[in-house]
């Protein structure tokens, strides 16, 4: 059982496949509307939202502010090539967030479902604050996920999924997926508070009631799986997938009417700076 340690960019979300992501479009858009919901602000003059994948929520901060700049900004070309295939007023611009700077004075920094993929929030957050104005808006969701039963079983195959309990694939694959980034939700309201003159912080569990056959492989194999299937060689790939299935359904069955509950929490923040 040989496999690749995981790379770097990989686990901080390249090479991200936009057809996989955009199966569960709209159980993945609602959270992305409820934080935008929140934005106090009425005439924004710019916004960046910051990892916007293939583009499909920068389009709807354009229209919910007509009168703004617009900016998406995401370190995949793949996304940003299909976001950049449907015309519209948008910048798009390549960046990874880990030394990305705005290129005019931001009113909103937007960032729904990204900084799940970025270490160092005790850095990231107040990076990204600082590069406010006064009365510009921070307003981020993350999923909440470590705690998740699918995730604590995608990491426990890992450990001990092969035959005879055996762990699958390199020690620094589980070091590397055994890292927890996103943090409780008081750990964002002290970096915010100091500065703030108006933050709200909350999380909400969704129960997002899935159809089809193993849904919430399906559902995974678009985010928080793909580091792991991406470090392994085709024959353990093939036997974690096997193992993490079985487990998965036996986690999640399937109801008397074809649905599987999928129960999904995330943090929200929306914050405005002093
Ligand atoms: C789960 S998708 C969310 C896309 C979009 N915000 C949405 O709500 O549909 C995560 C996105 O974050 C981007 N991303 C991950 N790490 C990044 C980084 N360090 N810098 C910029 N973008 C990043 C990925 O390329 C991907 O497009």
Not at 172 to 180: G, I, P
Not at 195 to 200: G, K, V
Not at 243 to 261: C, W
Request: with cysteine; aromatic share 10%.
């Amino acid at each position: 059982m040989t496999q690749a340690a995981p790379h770097q960019r990989d686990l901080a979300g390249e090479s991200w496949d936009p057809g996989q992501y955009l199966k569960f479009a709209d159980h993945r858009l609602r959270p992305a509307l409820d934080l935008m919901g929140r934005i106090p602000l009425e005439r924004p003059p710019a916004i960046y939202d910051l990892g916007c994948g293939s583009g499909n929520v920068t389009r709807i901060l354009a229209d919910r502010w007509p009168a703004a700049d617009v900016a998406g900004v995401d370190n995949s070309p793949e996304m940003l090539a299909q976001a950049a295939a449907a015309p519209s007023r948008i910048r798009w611009q390549e960046g990874d967030l880990a030394g990305w700077r705005p290129d005019r004075a931001p009113s909103i920094l937007y960032s729904n479902a990204v900084i799940q993929w970025l270490p160092d929030h005790h850095q990231l957050i107040p990076r990204l604050w600082a590069m406010l104005p006064p009365g510009g808006c921070l307003a981020v969701q993350a999923p909440l996920s470590w705690d998740l039963a699918s995730h604590r079983i995608m990491r426990a195959t890992l450990r001990h999924g092969g035959p005879d309990g055996q762990a699958i694939g390199s020690p620094e694959l589980r070091a590397a997926v055994a890292n927890r980034w996103v943090q409780d939700p008081d750990f964002y309201y002290d970096l915010l508070a100091p500065a703030a003159a108006h933050l709200d912080v909350w999380t909400t569990e969704y129960q997002h009631a899935l159809t089809g056959d193993n849904p919430v492989l399906e559902w995974v194999t678009g985010t928080g799986l793909r580091p792991i299937l991406n470090a392994l060689d085709d024959a353990d790939r093939a036997l974690y997938l096997a193992e993490y299935r079985r487990r998965l359904n036996e986690q999640y069955p399937k109801r008397p009417d074809g649905v599987t509950l999928y129960p999904f929490r995330r943090l929200f923040f929306v914050a405005i700076r002093q």
